[in-house]
């Protein structure tokens, strides 16, 4: 991915991912995810989507063949537009 290199050089080593989510304001939150993801286990993102407390919902993507799992939501159509769909839903002004 062209983009790979500026993901992995702006996060922090030490990032707590699951304490960013318990300090979370955000209202509703869309988890990505896919179970070939090589860097984060599927069983951890579940675990982490299970502890929030807040308005979730879990999506889980289909990566094309030879995608990589890791950013394979590009390459999932029914993904992307689930994804459009929630950003619609809970970015559009006036909405709650």
């Known amino acids: 991915m062209p983009l790979d290199s500026w993901f992995k ?3 922090p ?12 304001k955000a209202g509703s939150i ?21 502890s929030y407390g807040g308005p979730k919902q879990f999506l889980e993507t289909n990566p094309r063949e030879g995608a990589n799992a890791h950013f394979g939501s590009v ?5 992307r537009t689930q994804i459009l769909d929630f950003l619609k839903q809970h970015l559009t002004p006036g909405q709650t």
Not at 16 to 23: A, E, G, I, P
Not at 41 to 50: K, L, T
Request: hydrophobic content about 35%; proline content about 5%; charged content about 30%.
């Open 9 to 11: 050089a702006d996060i």
């Open 13 to 24: 080593d030490d990032l707590d991912t699951t304490r960013c989510l318990q300090n979370s």
């Open 75 to 79: 390459s999932d159509l029914n993904a």
């Open 30 to 50: 869309l988890f990505v995810h896919s179970r070939r993801d090589p860097v984060v286990p599927y069983d951890a993102a579940r675990r982490m989507y299970e």
